[in-house]
């Protein structure tokens, strides 16, 4: 558990990285914080978790360029924003599966470039705002509920479950 601390729970600042996250939870991390920073750097990083529960930060799971995550069984609550991935100087790829985004201002939201995030079994509700396509692509498997945020928004691309 890590909670309370006064920037980003965990940041990645280093190009190159591998990250693999296991059943932990980070919460609280004040100073307009992230639960989980990635991204903008000039070589590729890559996210592994399975099994994180992010609870009241600025931003859960803020990913940018040079981004591949494979992100599993989440419960992303309380946020000012859920799941964000930004593509602005270099590609952004999120693979959200069995996740909870509930709870939230928005629950996941594309930034600049052209990010894509891929949704498979997950639901995303209670949020004011579901989906929010800033730009890049949000696909889904067709296997997800989105419903009950104050806007639920629409995937803007979809994929056949193999």
Not at 64 to 82: E, K, M, P
Not at 100 to 117: A, D, L, R, W, Y
């Amino acid at each position: 558990m890590i909670y309370g601390t006064t920037t980003s729970c965990v940041g990645l600042i280093s190009a190159g990285t591998q990250l693999s996250i296991l059943n932990s939870v980070f919460r609280e991390c004040g100073g307009g914080g992230q639960g989980l920073a990635a991204g903008s750097v000039p070589s590729q990083q890559t996210i592994d978790v399975d099994g994180l529960v992010i609870q009241n930060t600025s931003t859960g799971l803020s990913l940018g360029s040079n981004v591949s995550a494979t992100l599993r069984n989440l419960d992303v609550q309380g946020n000012i924003l859920g799941v964000f991935a930004d593509a602005s100087s270099a590609p952004c790829t999120v693979s959200l599966h069995n996740s909870k985004i509930s709870h939230n201002f928005i629950g996941v939201e594309t930034g600049g470039g052209t990010p894509t995030i891929r949704l498979d079994n997950d639901i995303i509700t209670v949020n004011n705002t579901g989906l929010q396509l800033g730009g890049g692509t949000i696909v889904s498997f067709g296997n997800n509920v989105i419903s009950f945020n104050g806007l639920d928004g629409s995937p803007n691309g979809s994929a056949a479950l193999r």
